[in-house]
T-cell receptor, first 113, second 111 residues
Framework: DSGVTQTPKHLITATGQRVTLRCSPRSGDLSVYWYQQSLDQGLQFLIQYYNGEERAKGNILERFSAQQFPDLHSELNLSSLELGDSALYFC????????????FGEGSRLTVL | GEDVEQSLFLSVREGDSSVINCTYTDSSSTYLYWYKQEPGAGLQLLTY?????DMKQDQRLTVLLNKKDKHLSLRIADTQTGDSAIYFCAEPSGGSYIPTFGRGTSLIVHP
């Protein structure tokens, strides 16, 4: 158990819809990272937050957004969903800003029909 | 992770050694990682190596780093069925230190 909790574990929705994925980092960790894992793209970094502020941005689409709340949990919002957004979305956390070891949650599997 | 490349599959017999290879692109990386993903689970850090090292050994795991060729390998001695998983090579991406992952190598261990 990494200590990182993600909900929901599975989500099925239709094209055009909007979903929110939630992540609670490991106790004491201030950084949260979101990754997307798909068969064709592999594991792609989306975005990092540190103590409530956006820290780094990766290959995140404009239809996607994220935030980190004062209690350090984070949410990833995916809107205007397309079939190609079907993937496993991982949240990871680390103590500081400079990554080091990332602790991953078990992921949220999104299926867009 | 187009900057980190790995072969996608490796099949070995139980008891044999497994060698998973990786090439990376950023010569300024201060360290490189190997993560392991078991079925239905998230990634977990397996080991890492600093860029000023050529080799690191940790029980059954040996990491070799060839900086000239930007080549990293992970050797698992006496591979067991419990080692079946996906192994990811990763390097910190530029100054952000956020890991850029390869596509992962699926290790299949058969009796």
């Amino acid at each position: 158990d990494s200590g990182v909790t993600q909900t929901p574990k599975h989500l099925i929705t239709a094209t055009g819809q909007r979903v929110t994925l939630r992540c609670s980092p490991r106790s004491g960790d201030l950084s949260v990272y979101w990754y997307q894992q798909s068969l064709d793209q592999g594991l792609q970094f989306l975005i990092q937050y540190y103590n409530g502020e956006e820290r780094a941005k990766g290959n995140i689409l404009e239809r996607f957004s994220a935030q980190q709340f004062p209690d350090l949990h984070s949410e990833l919002n995916l809107s205007s969903l397309e079939l190609g957004d079907s993937a496993l979305y991982f949240c990871a956390s680390s103590a500081g800003t400079s990554a080091g070891e990332l602790f991953f949650g078990e992921g949220s599997r999104l299926t867009v029909l | 992770g187009e900057d980190v490349e790995q072969s996608l599959f490796l099949s070995v017999r139980e008891g044999d050694s497994s060698v998973i290879n990786c090439t990376y692109t950023d010569s300024s990386s201060t360290y490189l990682y190997w993560y392991k993903q078991e079925p239905g689970a998230g990634l977990q850090l397996l080991t890492y190596i600093f860029s000023n090292m050529d080799m690191k050994q940790d029980q059954r795991l040996t990491v070799l780093l060839n900086k000239k060729d930007k080549h990293l390998s992970l050797r698992i001695a006496d591979t067991q069925t419990g080692d079946s998983a996906i192994y990811f090579c990763a390097e910190p991406s530029g100054g952000s230190y956020i890991p850029t992952f390869g596509r992962g190598t699926s290790l299949i261990v058969h009796p």
